[in-house]
């Protein structure tokens, strides 16, 4: 078994069982190799922007199960990641003006995800500073003791104005906003569903009709918006059950 650092283990425990992880800038991929030899996540993505971490990584997961395949991807930050793929992004060992690089470059992308586990070595002021100017919150801050280092680590996670940075009020999240998830009833898989057929058959009509690559993506964004919606009323559902 995977033996983590103090500082991975503290990120491990702030994962909780079923979800799933994408580690950016994985390194030696330690960490979503415990995750998932433990259980906690059913799948995990370990990406690098250079060849010889991915590589460390993948030597890592070959010598300790040869015959899983693990996903590891090659790029820059949050490029390799579709929108809401995983539950929870890991950025740690870096440093804090890097991450708000890496979030900023791919913003809607950062809103996507549930949640987010930031480990800065530096520039922690700067970097909740971008956290707060960018509508996220910090759930939850830890000092971990690593060596003769002291780590500081961000639970983050989107707020609801986070995605209202457009003042028109046909915006998505005025109409379906994720506070429907605090009043969830018997009806509300249907109507999301609905609304996400609604606005599939609109993307598609729109991408027949020609239409141009500035209102596609916002079209596409509302989808996304709404299947993330859908799959997290779901998942409230399934526990109710």
């Known amino acids: 078994m995977i033996q983590l650092s103090p500082r991975l283990a503290a990120i491990a425990k702030e994962i909780n069982p079923g979800e799933t992880m994408a580690d ?21 993505i370990m990406t690098d922007a250079a060849e010889g971490p991915l590589q460390k990584a993948e030597g890592n997961c070959r010598e300790r199960w040869p015959d899983t395949k693990f996903d590891l991807r090659l790029g820059d930050g949050l490029q390799v990641l579709q929108p809401a793929e995983v539950d929870v992004i890991v950025l740690a060992g870096m440093g804090g003006i890097l991450m708000t690089q890496i979030l900023e470059a791919e913003i809607e992308k950062s809103w996507s995800f549930r949640r987010m586990i930031l480990q800065p070595r530096n520039n922690i002021g700067m970097l ?37 940075r457009s003042l028109d009020g046909d915006c998505i999240e005025y109409q379906y906003p994720r506070r429907l998830l605090e009043f969830i009833g ?21 991408e027949e009709g020609g239409q141009d690559r500035k209102t596609l993506r916002r079209q596409k964004n509302r989808v996304i918006y709404m299947q993330d919606l859908l799959r997290d009323a779901r998942k409230i559902l399934e526990c109710k059950t």
């Open 24 to 44: 950016i800038g994985t390194d030696h991929g330690f960490l979503p190799l415990y995750l998932w030899e433990q259980g906690i996540c059913p799948h995990v």
């Open 186 to 206: 018997p009806l509300t898989e249907e109507y999301l569903e609905t609304r996400l057929q609604t606005e599939e058959r609109i993307l598609l009509q729109m």
């Open 128 to 164: 909740r500073h971008w956290l707060y100017d960018h509508c996220f919150s910090i759930s939850r801050e830890q000092l971990v003791r690593e060596g003769r280092f002291i780590c500081e680590i961000l639970t983050v996670v989107p707020v609801e104005k986070a995605s209202l």
